[in-house]
């Protein structure tokens, strides 16, 4: 397999300068290479007739170029045509700011190009998005790749490269499936997989290389998760042994039952801290779901044990939340709460750590004040980490590492499909609350355009009068940039207060002001005394006020799906009908929907669904910090059944030759180092 990793600027045709162009594109040697997937495909097999064309379609043409032509438009851009004719009539072929193309493409030749449709019969033009220029020498390949180029580098020469690549090397790619396996869930050689990636037979072909190709990348990525899990996970842990009847008289005092869910998830967590081996737990749950009782419950069970529990939040006003619920959760039992953020005054602050380095402190809620070399506890026995994804790989085992291995919980509310949270998050044991408490009024979810955004504003100010209602109203900024098109929070509260509103008392907070500011601004919304709360989005999670019952988010185009569900979780909490008001004027399809896909659904499950879909993994999950972003064929979204394969085959396999996939699993997934759970 060592022949994969040789350099591959002694690969022939390449040479060092070829190199240096291959470096740029991320390929090193030979195992990148037959990684470079294409990022399209010709297919000459079956062109499209030019008299069949229908305007706003995407084409695909082959024919004889007739004529060029070179041109600049009145804003100085410059227009490269080609007059391209087929047996059946003629289209005018066009480029965008290509002038190189003038050498390049000339008449006489037989040219390849797809793009889409404008025009009429007779007057037809393609506005090129690719093209190939045809020669012998690629004549006889019906299906052609297309792959990302970099500068000096072309189709032809990276086809040339890649075709002697499969001829003399693939032999070496190791097959990591038996004939069983194959056999059982029907995919194909390896060898067969990349041939017919890079240049497929016809589409079966191609459809199956493609199948066992993001199955291998699935199963490597599964794999490389739990070396990563054998490498990192201690073999013991704290155990938790209840001393008192904590846990039992605090769900006797609950004013309310726990869903199924919820009881379901706080045994998987107790089964956790019983057992000898480390709880490395992720809680995921819908807005609402009530993932902190759980947690408290959780911390319940730390301290029955004699230990103590921390919470860490990625902002001072969750932090502030977490504070106020655990303390009126635990306030009826002999259990020490404490505060501590990047605000709590050196006084205090002295008196909190010294309090908890001897163990008068039983829970301990804080930001990232609580991962500080001097924040020293007694016995901590669990860590509680709250909207995982906000904090760093570094910033999450910081706390997981004070104390003698204390169990670990992470929460977030951004809901994942199990199947897919099983992959983004490897190294964790998933736990899922998917039901709602019961009684809550479902939030109605209404799109409004921009030019009847005064409506909206007309229907709070009367909530306000009728029903004693409060508002939030999100903004995407703080204050106007010159860059983009956005009311501010700043100009919008002025504009809110002043005029709007000038009879209601309107407030605004933002992630600029001092906490001791938003503090006070957030008590007084509490309070009643602030009706409209203008905000960025510092309120998106953990802001709790039942009263509030109505959402606006303005420039609603501008967020995505779960951004958005996280918004409207603010309202509905009480027991009134909510609303949630999502202004914009989206200029694209994809913001279209999304807003229309938000009228339609209050599953946060669903929206996630969506989001990806239209995002992408890269943009839902910042998978860049991730590894995920190595999978070069394999689709979170497409692939859900593959990524079930693959869990059950890395569960139920000996994988007795795991040394061996190791600096093959290392390779793969080269470009990041990946840490799961980031």
């Not at 060898?191 to 191609?206: E, R, S, T, V």
């Not at 002295?350 to 500080?372: F, K, N, P, Y």
């Not at 020293?376 to 026995?381: A, I």
């Not at 929460?411 to 897919?420: D, G, K, N, Q, V």
Request: proline fraction near 3%; charge should be neutral; aromatic fraction near 8%.
């Amino acid at each position: 397999m060592e022949h994969l990793f040789q350099d591959i600027q002694y690969l022939k045709g390449i040479g060092p300068k070829r190199s240096q162009q291959f470096k740029r594109l991320g390929v090193d040697n030979i195992f990148d290479l037959l990684w470079h997937v294409p990022r399209a495909y010709f297919n000459r097999s079956n062109p499209d007739k030019i008299k069949s064309l229908v305007h706003g379609e995407p084409a695909a043409v082959r024919g004889v170029v007739k004529g060029t032509h070179s041109s600049r438009s009145r804003r100085g851009m410059n227009i490269f045509k080609a007059l391209v004719q087929d047996d059946s009539g003629a289209v005018t072929a066009v480029w965008f700011n290509q002038p190189f193309l003038a050498g390049i493409i000339t008449s006489g030749q037989e040219i390849f190009v797809s793009g889409k449709v404008k025009g009429t019969q007779g007057a037809w033009e393609l506005n090129v998005s690719e093209y190939e220029v045809l020669d012998e020498s690629s004549q006889h390949i019906d299906v052609l790749p297309i792959y990302t180029l970099t500068e000096g580098l072309s189709q032809k020469a990276l086809r040339a490269i890649m075709m002697n690549i499969l001829t003399e090397y693939l032999h070496h790619y190791p097959e990591i499936l038996g004939e069983e396996i194959k056999k059982q869930y029907d995919v194909c050689d390896i060898a067969f997989a990349f041939h017919n990636l890079h240049f497929p037979q016809d589409g079966k072909a191609y459809l199956r290389a493609r199948k066992r190709l993001a199955l291998e990348e699935l199963l490597l990525f599964q794999l490389s998760l739990r070396l990563e899990q054998a490498k990192s996970q201690p073999q013991s842990s704290i155990v938790h042994i209840e001393k008192t009847d904590l846990v039992q008289d605090m769900r006797d005092k609950l004013p309310f039952e726990l869903t199924q869910a919820q009881a379901k998830v706080v045994d998987e967590i107790y089964y956790d801290m019983e057992s000898p081996r480390r709880m490395n737990r992720l809680l995921q749950g819908d807005v609402g779901s009530g993932k902190t009782i759980v947690a408290a419950l959780a911390m319940a069970r730390a301290v029955a044990s004699g230990f103590q529990a921390a919470i860490m939040a990625p902002t001072e006003i969750l932090a502030e939340q977490h504070y106020l619920s655990i303390n009126r959760l635990f306030n009826h039992h002999e259990v020490v709460v404490a505060r501590l953020t990047g605000s709590t005054s050196m006084g205090e602050r002295r008196m909190i750590l010294e309090a908890l380095a001897s163990g008068q402190i039983d829970i301990l809620v804080g930001t990232h004040a609580l991962i500080q070399e001097d924040v020293q506890f007694w016995r901590l026995g669990l860590a509680v980490i709250d909207e995982q994804h906000r904090f760093g790989v570094k910033q999450r085992a910081l706390l997981g590492l004070k104390g003698d291995m204390p169990d670990v919980l992470v929460m977030t509310a951004t809901p994942i499909p199990r199947t897919l949270a099983l992959t983004v998050y490897g190294d964790l044991s998933v736990s899922i609350i998917d039901e709602m408490p019961p009684g809550r009024k479902t939030v109605q979810t209404i799109f409004v355009r921009n030019s009847d955004g005064n409506k909206v504003y007309d229907f709070i100010s009367s909530q306000i009068d009728e029903n004693a209602a409060q508002a939030y109203i999100v903004c995407p900024l703080v204050e106007e940039s010159e860059k983009q098109d956005l009311i501010a929070a700043v100009t919008l509260y002025e504009e809110l207060r002043e005029d709007v509103f000038a009879d209601i008392q309107v407030g605004l907070i933002h992630g600029r002001l001092k906490a001791a500011e938003k503090e006070y601004i957030m008590e007084r919304f509490k309070q009643g005394e602030v009706q409209v709360l203008v905000s960025t989005t510092v309120i998106e999670v953990g802001v709790d006020v039942p009263a509030a019952t109505i959402m606006v988010v303005v420039h609603a185009e501008r967020f995505g799906l779960s951004q958005l569900h996280q918004l409207r979780g603010r309202v509905g909490r009480g027991n009134k009908q909510s609303y949630c008001f999502l202004i914009g004027d989206p200029h694209t399809e994809d913001g279209y929907k999304r807003l229309r896909i938000m009228e339609k659904t209050n599953d946060g499950f669903k929206l996630a669904q969506h989001d990806l879909m239209i995002r992408g993994a890269g943009e839902f999950w910042g998978v860049k910090q991730h590894g995920l972003n190595q999978l070069k064929v394999a689709s979170l979204v497409k692939d859900q059944k593959l990524i079930e394969t693959s869990q059950r085959l890395v569960e139920n396999l000996n994988w007795a030759n795991c040394n061996y996939l190791e600096n093959y699993i290392n390779r793969k997934f080269k470009k990041t180092q990946h840490i799961a759970g980031n």
